[in-house]
């Protein structure tokens, strides 16, 4: 399995941003010419926005996507697999001349001239929202266009990156600003007799209004199915929030397809705070509020270079410590410890404290356990003051920045061994590995 960066590594030709990509192929119903300005997703389901006539391609098959660096495909657990220059691949960039292989079709890819940027919001803010970066505006300018009509839209993007303010910021600018606003946690919802309660409930409520489903991938496959019909009736605008794709989930078999293309009428990958890091300056003053004037271009400088996992909603905790401080505690967000060596700060931590003696066999029984508690990571401490979803993905991204750390302390740092021990794809394990800055 080639990695995306050695196929991207022979696209460095590739012209100024924002050059636009033209394919053509032929299959069964025909030759074809498409000139690429937004992400399509390439398919045999009829619901596709390019729907190849290939009984080797997969009802979700791949995406493409143009970016500013070119055009990138991804692969989306298809069965017979997407391939770049006749090597498989997860995500890659496409060199100018290659040709994309999905099923038995063959897409060869061109460039045109650089396109200037189209559908940009004119302001840095829409609502209460601020972004002043290309990336955000274009949402901006998705999402007043979507708020005039009813379509449903699915918001996708990484944990805190604020697709549930851009949902609600969409809601408050359409005609159904004054009707209710429900949305349903779906990772959260207890066993299936009272999570149909509970959607029966939120169904009710958003009538006229609109019903946001967040993490619909975590519903059960029964549920999934009772949510159609009421979807259908169109008596409220349905909006989804995620942090994995859909497509994936559906090929995968755990997600109906029908409800899919019912939620994703629009599609909107919500950038990481990594992704728009010239953002960082307005989104700390509006977090700051009455105290914006403790963002100093050195405080900025510094900001700049923390890898902010938890996106907007980690800078928004640190900004309400700089708030609660004056600008006094200037502890940056640091990549989290590693569980092993976060373990004698919390004993130190607990040395200084009087604590009740218990008796051990009366603990365990308390607990329900011989076992000794677990030590948490102090990066956590924060979290408790969250909600529990919050505190919950904060955890998982922890754990996964141990796994991982320990996974490529164990190989020697040899991907090709990790991604085989881990049972993951390596070009997957390198985005992980990048994200977590292991």
């Known amino acids: 399995m080639t990695d995306a960066r050695e196929l991207a590594a022979g696209a460095s030709e590739i012209g100024a941003p924002r050059s636009r990509p033209r394919l053509t192929w032929t299959d069964g119903a025909g030759s074809h010419f498409l000139e690429l300005k937004d992400v399509r997703t390439i398919g045999s389901a009829p619901w596709c926005e390019l729907v190849l006539m290939d009984r080797a391609v997969s009802r979700l098959h791949a995406e493409i996507a143009p970016r500013e660096d070119g055009l990138w495909v991804r692969d989306l657990g298809s069965r017979n697999g997407t391939f770049v220059a006749g090597v498989k691949i997860t995500e890659a960039r496409v060199p100018p001349g290659a040709q994309i292989r ?69 809601h408050e600018a359409s005609p159904r600003a004054g009707a209710p606003f429900v949305v349903i946690d779906c990772s959260a919802l207890p066993g299936p007799v009272e999570a149909a309660e509970i959607l029966e409930q939120a169904l009710r409520g958003a009538e006229g209004g609109t019903l946001v489903l967040d993490e619909p991938a975590e519903l059960p496959i029964a549920l999934q199915r009772e949510l159609i019909p009421p979807l259908d009736a169109k008596v409220f605008r349905v909006v989804a929030t995620s942090t994995r794709d859909l497509r994936v989930v559906v090929n995968q078999g755990a997600f109906r397809e029908g409800l899919y293309f019912r939620l994703a009428g629009a599609t909107i990958n919500v950038p990481s705070l990594q992704e ?130 320990r996974l490529m302390k164990r190989t020697n740092r040899s991907s090709s061994t990790a991604s085989r021990e881990a049972g993951l794809e390596r070009t997957y394990l390198y985005r992980l590995l990048k994200k977590h800055g292991v």
């Not at 009509?149 to 910021?169: N, P």
């Not at 060596?341 to 356990?369: H, K, S």
């Open 276 to 405: 728009r890091l010239p953002d960082l300056p307005l989104l700390l003053e509006k977090f700051l509020g009455d105290k914006a004037s403790l963002a100093t271009p050195d405080l900025l400088a510094d900001l700049a270079r923390v890898p902010w996992i938890g996106n907007l909603r980690e800078l928004e905790l640190y900004a309400e410590r700089l708030r609660a401080t004056d600008g006094e505690s200037r502890e940056f967000p640091e990549p989290a410890e590693p569980f092993d060596q976060a373990v004698p700060t919390i004993e130190a931590e607990f040395a200084t404290m009087e604590v009740p003696i218990v008796d051990t066999d009366q603990a365990a029984a308390l607990a329900g356990t011989t076992a000794e508690p677990p030590r948490l990571p102090p990066q956590l401490e924060p979290w408790f003051e969250t909600g529990f979803k919050e505190f919950r993905e904060r955890w998982i991204e922890l754990g996964e920045r141990e796994y991982l750390r």
């Open 102 to 170: 999905v099923g038995t079709t063959e897409i060869a890819v061109a460039y045109d001239t650089p396109a200037p940027p189209e559908g940009l919001w004119p302001e840095a803010r829409f609502g209460k929202l601020v972004g002043q970066t290309t990336a955000m505006r274009e949402i901006f300018a998705m999402i007043a266009e979507l708020a005039k009509g009813d379509a449903s839209v699915l918001f996708v993007g990484q944990t805190g990156t604020g697709k549930d303010a851009l949902a609600r910021a969409m």
